[in-house]
């Protein structure tokens, strides 16, 4: 047992600088409303092939086998980089983890805007990875190395444990940490109303029935990361400021005819009760 923590906690060097160059990747693409790429990544290293999970594949599997919960984070501040630790829970066997990262603030010569929040999502990844059992992270890794490859298979044969149920629970995981942070986003300006905008447009929604289980699973480590880090809290303020900000720039200004007025506010009564109808918040 112990060799095996040793494996699972100290990487090969090559190895260690993929994942942490594509998991990079993958916190960028979160923080900034992109659509997250690589699950998995695969190289040759010494004559053989390295295949793993990234930060994204292991939040996948992680939802896949549910009960795994984040339920502490600490980090500390130094001159050239940030230190973050975070405690794992596995909910069903009572097991628990930590794991750690040290993020440096610069990214070769120019300062990484990202620094802290790579280092907070990274340890988190950290203590989540040690609670994934192999079987799981075997099956997640071999349907994205699958469909990366082109496989013809892989849309025919999902993993077993893509269910609505799963769903509905990477769904529940998103509502709980959403109205935990109803409270410190209201203190900044956010409504719920202002929150499901900023996710129907970051992931291309018109009904929450439409986001699938990794999109809720990306939602739930966004919201979690900005619950635990006052820093990340600010960030996703922001994120939704600016986009919402962005929405309304693009909107086709109303009819300004005085006869319109009326219907036109009959039907943006509609739209609201239909929007707050839609909401899962």
């Known amino acids: 047992m112990a060799e ?25 693409e979160l923080m900034t409303g992109q659509t997250i790429q690589d699950y998995v990544y695969s190289f040759k290293q010494g004559g053989r092939t390295v295949e793993g999970l990234t930060l994204a594949g292991i939040n996948e599997a992680a939802n896949r086998r549910g009960g795994i919960q984040i339920e502490e984070i ?7 980089s940030w230190i973050a630790t975070a405690k794992a829970v596995d909910t069903i066997t009572g097991s628990s983890r930590y794991g750690a990262y040290e993020q440096q603030k610069m990214a070769g010569s120019r300062p990484d805007p990202f620094a802290f929040t790579k280092a907070i999502h990274k340890a988190q990844r950290n203590a989540i990875k040690q609670l994934i059992p192999v079987p799981v992270i075997r099956e997640v890794l071999n349907f994205y190395l699958h469909r990366k490859a082109g496989s013809g298979n892989a849309t025919q044969q999902p993993l077993p444990q893509q269910s609505d149920g799963n769903i509905a629970n990477a769904q ?34 018109e009904s929450r029935n439409d986001m699938s289980e990794m999109q809720w699973t990306q939602l739930s480590a966004e919201l979690k990361a900005a ?55």
């Open 227 to 281: 619950e635990t880090a006052p820093k990340l809290l600010d960030e996703l303020c922001e994120r939704i400021k600016q986009l919402t900000a962005a929405a309304q720039e693009s909107d086709v200004p109303a009819s300004e005819e005085p006869a319109n007025q009326e219907t036109v506010s009959s039907n943006d009564g509609q739209a609201e009760t239909a929007q707050t109808q839609d909401s899962p918040f």
């Open 4 to 28: 095996e923590k040793k494996d699972e906690m100290v990487p090969v060097t090559a190895e260690y600088e993929v994942v942490d160059q594509v998991d990079d990747q993958a916190i960028i």
């Open 172 to 205: 529940k995981a998103a509502f709980a940490i959403a109205n935990n942070l109803e409270g410190p986003l209201g203190e900044k300006g956010i409504t719920k109303a202002d929150l499901w905008n900023y996710i129907k447009r970051k992931y291309s929604v």
């Open 74 to 80: 600490d980090y500390e501040e130094r001159e050239h």
